[in-house]
């Protein structure tokens, strides 16, 4: 009796050790997942502390590049007084009006040349040929024709946004997996059944990538518009700070448009992954 209540002790030791032993390696899932979401972080972290080094000893000069408190004494102005809540506003209007046109039109072009060859056949040569235009390589055709106004601005916007959504739906279109196409067929799906149930779900990952690729296109067509002919907006912050040589509010400014952009790219990321939880699992597989 006496030797099995040692083995038993025994047991019960080795498994109070590999318990405590576990302990650590259940935390370490955690301490990866908390440095996964620090890592982003890092680089920006170094850059700021090398700029306020930097200024700090004199090894930039502040006509160049001002210290950070001064560039964030301009935000807290800018915000104190309107001008920043005033000037993002009008830039995020007529960011999400063009890119909202240019993404519909993005996908009603991508889908009709992913799912008609004829049209492919007419449209796609010159759709090819227009798009390697620049944007700016517009704005003379468009200064003639609409002026300097909000069009102008709506117009260049929409374009940049037109065709990454454009190529990404008639490829998304065009991948749609063959068995899954045949077995609508074989249920007597309509051509639309077959366009909602079948063509858009397994195109979901390739438009949700061209999404993001517009979204930025747009923003960056956005910030030249506004530098170029605009009297608001973050880009004509940019141009009224760089005319004055107050490279505080043009940094404001900088820091402002980095701001939102990431965060809108944060939003759309979060989007992607809900329409791709939504996706059915056969086309995630």
Request: charged residues 15%.
């Amino acid at each position: 009796m006496s030797k099995a209540i040692g083995q038993w002790s025994t047991i019960s030791k080795r498994a109070t050790r590999s318990q405590t032993s576990a302990v650590p390696d259940t935390a370490q899932p955690r301490v990866r997942a908390v440095a996964w979401h620090l890592a982003p972080w890092l680089l920006p972290a170094v850059l700021f502390a090398l700029w306020n080094v930097g200024c700090a000893r004199g090894w930039i000069a502040p006509q160049i590049l001002p210290p950070p408190q001064f560039v964030f004494d301009t935000l807290r102005e800018l915000a104190a007084n309107g001008d920043l809540a005033r000037h993002t506003l009008v830039s995020l209007q007529r960011v999400l009006v063009g890119f909202g046109v240019g993404a519909l039109g993005g996908l009603l072009i991508g889908a009709a040349l992913g799912l008609s060859r004829t049209v492919e056949g007419y449209v796609l040569p010159t759709f090819n040929a227009l798009v390697q235009i620049p944007v700016l390589g517009w704005l003379p055709f468009l200064l003639l024709l609409v002026g300097v106004g909000e069009p102008l601005k709506y117009i260049l916007i929409a374009h940049a946004a037109l065709v990454p959504v454009t190529l990404s739906t008639m490829q998304g279109v065009r991948n749609t997996p063959a068995p899954f196409d045949e077995v609508a067929r074989v249920f007597g799906y309509s051509r639309w059944q077959r366009v909602i149930h079948i063509v858009l779900p397994a195109a979901v990952p390739t438009l949700a990538t061209g999404v993001r690729l517009a979204f930025t296109k747009a923003w960056l067509a956005l910030v030249v518009v506004e530098l170029v002919a605009s009297s608001e907006g973050l880009g004509y912050l940019i141009v009224y700070g760089r005319q004055l040589f107050q490279l505080d509010l043009v940094m404001a400014s900088v820091v402002i448009v980095g701001a939102i952009g990431f965060a809108i790219n944060r939003l759309l990321d979060t989007l992607e992954a809900r329409l791709r939880r939504g996706q059915p699992s056969a086309f995630r597989e």
